[in-house]
C-alpha cells in the first residue's frame, strides 16, 4: 500500500510513533477538557503499548517509538498552558509577579512533555516486551526472494 506524499517521508520509528499519539490525543485532549484542570497520560501509556508492540513486530526498538508517541499525545498540554498563561496575564498585580508566573508556565509544558514521553517510553517497552512473548519480531520480508 503505497502512503500519502508526508507519511512517505517520515521514518518507519515516526510512523508507528504517530499511530500511538494519534490514538491517545483525542483522549488526552477530552480529559483536559471534561476537568478544565488535569491532563491525564494514562491514554499516553496505552497507547504507547500499541505502538511499541507494533513497532517491535518489525524488529523495531519499541521504547523510542513509545517515547515519541507520548510526546505527540501529550500535545493538549500546549491548551493547558494556554488557558493557565491567559489567566495569569488576567490577574492583577506587579508586572513582575505575573512575569514570574508566566515563566513558571513556561517550565510546565518541557515537565509535562518529559514526564508524557517517560510514561510514552514505558508503555513502549511494555508492548514491545508483549510482542516478544508472543513469537515477535517478525523479520520483514526479503525482497526479490
Known amino acids: 500500500m503505497a502512503l500519502p506524499g508526508p507519511l512517505r517521508r517520515l521514518s518507519e520509528q515516526w510512523r508507528y510513533a504517530l499511530i500511538g499519539g494519534?490514538?491517545?490525543?483525542?483522549?488526552?485532549?477530552?480529559?483536559?477538557?471534561?476537568?478544565?484542570?488535569?491532563?491525564?497520560?494514562?491514554?499516553?501509556?496505552?497507547?504507547a503499548v500499541l505502538a511499541g508492540y507494533l513497532a517491535r513486530r518489525r524488529g523495531l526498538?519499541?521504547?523510542?517509538?513509545?517515547?515519541?508517541?507520548?510526546?505527540?499525545?501529550?500535545?493538549?498540554?500546549l491548551w493547558m498552558a494556554g488557558d493557565i498563561a491567559a489567566f495569569v496575564?488576567?490577574?492583577?498585580?506587579?508586572?513582575?509577579?505575573?512575569?514570574?508566573?508566566?515563566?513558571?508556565?513556561?517550565?510546565?509544558?518541557?515537565?509535562?512533555?518529559?514526564?508524557?514521553?517517560?510514561?510514552?517510553?514505558?508503555?513502549?517497552?511494555?508492548?514491545?516486551?508483549l510482542a516478544e512473548r508472543n513469537g515477535h519480531p517478525r523479520q520483514p520480508a526479503a525482497n526479490g526472494a
Not at 22 to 47: C, D, H, I, K, N
Not at 89 to 117: D, E, I, K, S, Y
Open 61 to 77: 526498538s519499541s521504547t523510542p517509538i513509545g517515547a515519541r508517541a507520548g510526546l505527540v499525545g501529550s500535545t493538549p498540554v
Open 89 to 129: 496575564v488576567g490577574l492583577g498585580g506587579p508586572a513582575w509577579f505575573r512575569t514570574a508566573q508566566l515563566a513558571a508556565v513556561a517550565l510546565l509544558v518541557p515537565l509535562v512533555l518529559g514526564l508524557a514521553a517517560l510514561v510514552g517510553a514505558l508503555g513502549g517497552r511494555l508492548g514491545g516486551w
Open 22 to 47: 494519534l490514538v491517545a490525543l483525542p483522549f488526552t485532549a477530552v480529559t483536559y477538557a471534561q476537568s478544565g484542570a488535569e491532563l491525564r497520560l494514562g491514554a499516553v501509556f496505552w497507547a
